[in-house]
């Protein structure tokens, strides 16, 4: 379809560039991209190998140890069942008229759309993680004064767990930050080392969390009523990976048109493969965030 909207008599210089969330979940500092592999095509597995616990015993001297343990394969499988397209022309009538970065701007927003739709589709797997404070029927409801405190209560669950202190983050909504900001506990970006605050999405520490805000934070609707909770993850990447390919992207003059157009393919996969290495707190928005 020819965008018939966008010949002006004058041509701006700029095009407007439309509103975008910051894109948290499928960058390194939160979930794990070790195992991307050589991807092909929809369908294509991503064998990643864990061996089980190793057993430790008091050795006594001169007497034979045990014969040696047999190490259990606990291998999983991450599928790459996500497909995803772009296609868009832009009319030949409208490129004669046009700013040159019209494409540049419609691949770029292409792009976006495609990471977007990864961000939430990672964020989905909340269902797998072994740890939650709050559920479907009965989320907390943070106030300024005790929304600090239900993260120290995800730091334990992960504690408790034996998950690294090192590395952890936490994932939040807009309105959450907002209760955080009214606690002096909470360390803002302007304080944190140069290598956090090139992280996407950071917004501060708190609770041994490095603190990320996201528009993508999965959000249900609680219990029988029609108020929505939101599903805080916070955790270590070590317990779920992210396999990506952008497949293929292709320039052609569609037969019926005259026209350039572009088309992409983006193929991706999720898997939790230590649950007990990510917890949730469900949360309801109070009525004054």
């Not at 700029?14 to 499928?26: A, D, F, S, T």
């Not at 609680?222 to 293929?248: C, D, L, P, T």
């Amino acid at each position: 379809m020819a965008i018939n909207n966008f010949i002006p008599t004058v041509w701006s210089a700029r095009l407007l560039q439309n509103l975008q969330k910051i894109l948290v979940y499928g960058q390194a500092a939160v979930i794990n991209r070790d195992y991307e592999g050589e991807i092909r095509a929809y369908g294509d597995t991503v064998k990643i190998n864990n061996i089980g616990g190793i057993s430790v015993g008091d050795y006594t001297k001169n007497q034979n140890m045990p014969d040696p343990q047999t190490l259990t394969d606990e291998t999983r499988t991450l599928v790459i069942d996500q497909s995803k397209f772009f296609n868009f022309q832009v009319d030949d009538v409208d490129r004669i008229q046009q700013n040159p970065k019209l494409m540049n701007d419609a691949m770029r927003e292409a792009a976006y759309a495609l990471r977007n739709a990864a961000d939430q589709f990672i964020a989905s797997h909340y269902v797998d993680a072994a740890q939650t404070i709050g559920d479907d029927a009965t989320p907390v409801e943070p106030t300024k004064n005790d929304a600090y405190e239900y993260l120290v209560d995800l730091s334990v669950k992960l504690d408790e767990a034996d998950v690294p202190e090192q590395g952890r983050f936490v994932i939040v909504p807009p309105w959450y930050e907002g209760l955080m900001l009214k606690d002096d506990r909470f360390v803002k970006t302007g304080s944190l080392p140069a290598e956090d605050r090139l992280v996407n999405g950071v917004i501060g520490r708190a609770a041994g969390f490095l603190v990320l805000k996201s528009n993508n934070v999965p959000k249900v609707a609680a219990g029988q009523g029609v108020v929505e909770n939101y599903k805080i993850i916070a955790g270590h990447s070590i317990g779920w990976s992210f396999a990506e390919q952008v497949n293929q992207v292709e320039a052609y003059r569609p037969e019926k048109r005259f026209a350039d157009a572009v088309k992409g393919l983006h193929l991706y996969g999720a898997r939790v493969t230590r649950p007990g290495a990510l917890a949730v707190l469900s949360a309801k928005r109070p009525a004054t965030a």
